[in-house]
Every structure is written in C-alpha cells, then in structure tokens.
C-alpha cells in the first residue's frame, strides 16, 4: 500500500495539499510526489514558508516555467532561494493546478523537532486545499516539552501544563486534533489527515496506535508510518 492509500486520499480528488506540524512532513510530501509520479501525473513541490530543496529535482522561481518543466520532469520544485539558502514560495500555489496534477506544499516549519504547535502566523494554508495533513514524530513521547518540541511555550499553552511534562500519547493525540494545533487553520471543506511518523520500535509503534485510536474517536484518520535513513527527506526516491 502507497503512501496516499495509507493516508486514504486521492491524487486525482485532494490535488492541492498543505503538510504541517513536526517530524516527517518533508519525507512524507516527497513519498507522495514520488507515488503520485508513477501513476503518471505532474507534480509540483512548493511552500508557503520555507524549506530545503530536494538535490536530484528541478528548480524554478518562475511559475511560467512549470510546463516545459513538468513535461520532461514530471516532478518540478518552484521556490526562490533567501539570503539563508533555503526556498521560499514563488506564485500562488492553487495557480499551479492549471499545469500541475498535484500541488504538495510545506506549509509551516518546526526546526526538526518531532512535535510543535503553531505561533499566530501559522501555518500558512491555501484557503482552496483539498486536505491538510499535519504530522507528529512518535519520538517525543516520554520526552519533556522544552527539549522535544517547537514553540514549547506553545505547547505548554495548548496542554496547560509546565515546560517539564513529559509528552504522552494523549498529549500528540490532544496537539494534532486541536484548532490551536495541528488543526489550526483547516477549513471545514478540506479533508484532514494525521501523520503518526518514526514507528521504527515496537514501542512507537504502540504508541502510535494508541495516538491513532484517540484520534479515531474524534473522526480523524491517522497512519503510522517510519522512513529509513536513505528514505528521509526523499533523497532516494527521484
């Protein structure tokens, strides 16, 4: 089973797609356009923050570019560098579907911590998403708020306890389903989706289950998933 089946979305129905929250959200978004790609449609890899720029796809700041691109391509990155290197966006990323199958877009950052929630300028999502998928790394649990996740005074806000709690599958299931959170932002006609990442031990794993069952009971989808270390950030898949 392919990374959207897990997630139960549709390339050809959920085109436009924002990623948000923690741990996993680039390998994931690159899973998808690497999925997607196999199954013949175009893609278009974007922010509408910051990120990394994945090495092996190419890379352009002009929207107008994108059809040539995508013709040879099939899976085209379109940003702008900043003074720091890293991809701002470029262009209105729901303008791309007039050239593109699929939009996939990081949508907030969290600095490489597992777990965050967002400050008041996050995330940036298009109000024309087809879903939101926002993601959480399984190993912040057990861990204490001020060394494991992003905008920790956030997080302590959100749970309403002190910087040295210690996340329990409760609190990611609590983070990911909140307005405040994870679904801060997600209008009612986009589908919504939670990323369960790092399930590289029985222990996540159970973790992850327990997460997803919470989740469950509030109507939400989630998916445990883990990447390997050549499969994160998607440097093996293109």
Request: proline share 8%; with cysteine.
């Amino acid at each position: 089973m392919g990374i959207w089946e897990t997630l139960q979305l549709d390339p050809k129905v959920h085109r436009l797609i924002a990623l948000v929250g923690g741990g996993g959200k680039s390998s994931t978004m690159y899973a998808m356009a690497r999925q997607a790609m196999d199954q013949g449609l175009r893609v278009v890899v974007t922010t509408t923050t910051h990120i990394l720029p994945h090495p092996k796809l190419p890379l352009t700041g002009d929207p107008a570019a994108l059809p040539d691109l995508l013709a040879e391509h099939r899976v085209v990155t379109l940003g702008a560098y900043d003074e720091r290197g890293k991809l701002t966006g470029a262009g209105d990323p729901a303008a791309c579907l007039d050239v593109a199958d699929v939009v996939l877009i990081e949508a907030d950052g969290a600095k490489l911590r597992p777990l965050k929630a967002p400050a008041d300028h996050e995330p940036v999502i298009p109000p024309t998403c087809d879903a939101v998928l926002a993601a959480a790394g399984l190993d912040s649990v057990g861990k204490p708020i001020e060394e494991t996740c992003h905008r920790p005074e956030r997080v302590c806000a959100l749970l309403e306890v002190e910087p040295d709690h210690r996340i329990t599958p409760a609190d990611v299931a609590a983070i990911l389903s909140s307005p405040a959170g994870g679904r801060k932002s997600v209008g009612q006609a986009m589908a919504f989706r939670c990323l369960l990442n790092k399930a590289d031990d029985p222990q996540r794993q159970a973790w992850g289950e327990a997460i997803g069952a919470l989740l469950a009971r509030q109507g939400i989808h989630s998916a445990i998933t883990y990447y390997t270390e050549e499969e994160r950030g998607g440097l093996c898949l293109f």
